[in-house]
Each structure stands twice: as C-alpha cells, then as structure tokens.
C-alpha cells in the first residue's frame, strides 16, 4: 500500500479523534502554554516540536535499545514489537516524520502536532499527529502509531488491534 494511502486514512482519524473530542469537551478557552523544558520524557510542559522530533526518531531507530523506548508511544511497554514495525517504516520505505507545530488538545493531557512525512521520489505529505501525556512523559498516541503502520502495509503487532 502507498504512503500517500496510508496519510489519507492517519488524517482522517485524526480529523475523527479531533472532532470526537470536540463533541464532549467543556467550553474552556483559557489553555496554558508553558516554556518547554530539555526533556521531553521528564515534564509535563508542551515540548517544542523539535523535541517531539527527537521522540519520534528514537522510537523509529533500531540502535535505540526497546527499554530506552518503552516511554515513547503508549503501550510501548505492553508491547515492545510495536517498534520493530515503526522502524520498518523508517528502513523498508524511507519514510521519516518531522513535527513542525504543537499545540494543546482538546482533552487535557494530549497534544495535535503538525507533522510531515517525507520519503524518496515523493511529494511531503502533511499530517496531524497525536501525543499524550502519561505519568509526566509524552509519547505518541498509539492508535496514531498503529494507523501508520497498518496503513503502510506493514504487518501490525497484536497491540494494534485493541487501538
């Protein structure tokens, strides 16, 4: 399956968790941004864009070992295969995500970043990428990590299909 399919149907459930969490949020227009920190795994800020960059390259880098990554994509822990599959993204297709915006989610705790895909010999492709805070880290939403791979053709761990 193409990237160019595989980004179609990521925005489209971006677009989907955006207005889900639209529907039953309160009506609170005073979001807090905050200076980011160094660490992207130890605060609780907004990071900045390149940070979460970095998170996502590490996620995607076969040299990384899995317990380093355990803390960026949620369930990491659960289910460490989840790596293998976004390397492949990285190795089998060229495909690389660089974040270039952030901002606060609609639900507390959750992140809407502006991200584009590049691979060789294709146009860049814009998409919305999720993240979420768990226990003062920030890791990519799994469902987002599974919709890439799924929809790259990859074969998806068994975490994925309770995304």
Known sequence: MSLRRTIAAVSLSAFALGGLAACGGEDDDTRQTAEPTTSVQQQSTIPTA?????????????????????????????????????????????????????AEGDIPGTLIASAVITQPGEADIPVEAQFINQGGNWMLQKSFACALITNAGLEAPPTCAMA
Not at 69 to 93: C, H, S, T, W, Y
Request: hydrophobic residues 45%.
């Open 50 to 102: 390149e940070e979460l960059t970095v998170l996502l390259d590490q996620a995607s880098d076969p040299a990384v070992p899995v317990e380093e990554k355990v803390n960026l994509v949620e369930g990491g822990a659960e289910a460490p295969e989840i790596f293998d599959q976004i390397a492949a993204l990285k190795a089998d297709q060229g495909a690389n995500v660089a974040i270039t915006g952030v």
